[in-house]
C-alpha cells in the first residue's frame, strides 16, 4: 500500500520559519525521488524542491537558500524546512513520491509524478 501523509503547516509571520513532514509507506519512501510541490489558491502546482536516492536534492529558485529538503531513513520520512519564510509561500504543501520517467532533480512536472499525499496548508503573513 502505498501512503505519503504531510504534517506540520500552519501559520505564521514573514520571516518565521516551519518544517514540515511527510510520512512515507515503506513501498513509496523506496523510490528513487520524492519531493515537495506547492499550490497557492487559484493557481497551478508548483515544484519546490526534489531529493534522490542518493540524497542529492534540487530547488526551485524561488526557494532555494531559504528551504532545505531531507530524508529519515529510519523513520520513511521526508522533511521540508522552511526558513525566512514570504507571505508568497503560502499554499498547500504537497509530498510526492515516485517519477515515471526522466532524471530525479530535473523533474518539476506534477504529472511526472506518480504518489501524492493529501497536503498541508502553509499561511504566511505579512
Known amino acids: 500500500q502505498v501512503q505519503l501523509e504531510e504534517s506540520g503547516g500552519g501559520s505564521v509571520q514573514a520571516g518565521g520559519s516551519l518544517s514540515l513532514s511527510c510520512a512515507a509507506s515503506?513501498?513509496?519512501?523506496?523510490?528513487?525521488?520524492m519531493g515537495w510541490f506547492r499550490q497557492a489558491p487559484g493557481k497551478g502546482r508548483d515544484w519546490v524542491a526534489a531529493?534522490?536516492?542518493?540524497?542529492?536534492?534540487s530547488y526551485a529558485d524561488s526557494v532555494k537558500g531559504r528551504f532545505t529538503i531531507s530524508k529519515d531513513n529510519a523513520k520513511n520520512t521526508l522533511y521540508l524546512q522552511m526558513g525566512s519564510l514570504k507571505p508568497e509561500d503560502t499554499a498547500m504543501y504537497y509530498c510526492?513520491?515516485?517519477?515515471?520517467?526522466?532524471?530525479?532533480?530535473?523533474?518539476?512536472?506534477?504529472?511526472?509524478?506518480?504518489?501524492w499525499g493529501q497536503g498541508t496548508q502553509v499561511t504566511v503573513s505579512s
Open positions: 510526492a513520491a515516485r517519477i515515471r520517467r526522466g532524471w530525479c532533480l530535473s523533474t518539476t512536472a506534477p504529472a511526472d509524478y506518480v504518489y
Open positions: 515503506p513501498y513509496a519512501y523506496s523510490t528513487d525521488c
Open positions: 531529493v534522490n536516492s542518493a540524497g542529492i536534492t
